[in-house]
């Protein structure tokens, strides 16, 4: 027991050290969490850059390339900001969706290549058959129908199948697939216009 008039006990002082060095600990952690993740954001950085360099993700993942542009675009703001928290999951965001772009691109590329020759080989069988569907129409009386126009839309198409598979030998897969998309929907709206016209035709005999 303190006898009256004596020194406090040696605890006191010690006790008094505590906050300064709490306080001094907390702003050294401060310190430390208001650092950029370079790392992460230069890693972020690289990976979109080399997704977007690969001509491949440009066409057969456009839109996975989109997003992580734009999560690579929010990092940036947040950064300006100095939400490095945020920053840091954003960067990950971004670096994991060029990744995936990329892995997207691969399958993307495959599948368009199966469907570009299936629409390919489809549509030179097609072409045959609108002749022949063209040339019953001559036969019928009073169809209205433009038949030059018919048949320059036809050399059109059959030049743009040629084109079509000179693209898919070049590996232009989706250039491929767009023409002779492009055929389809020409033959059947020729095909249409043709069926409509002889129709007609038939109902005024």
Known sequence: MPIAGSDPPEEVPRMKLVKPVFAALLILGLFACAKPPQAEIDAAKAAVAKAAANSD??????????????????MQTELTAKHYDKVKTLALEASAAAEKAITEALANKEKVKADAAALIAAMKKALPEAEKT??????????????AALARSLAGAKTSITQADADYANGNFMAAWNKASAVQTALADGEKTVADAVQAATKRK
Do not use: M
């Open 57 to 74: 993700v440009v066409t057969y993942a456009s839109e996975a390339l989109a997003r992580a542009q734009d999560a690579l675009s929010r």
């Open 134 to 147: 063209i040339a019953a129409a001559k036969r019928i009386p009073r169809t209205g129908l433009d038949f």
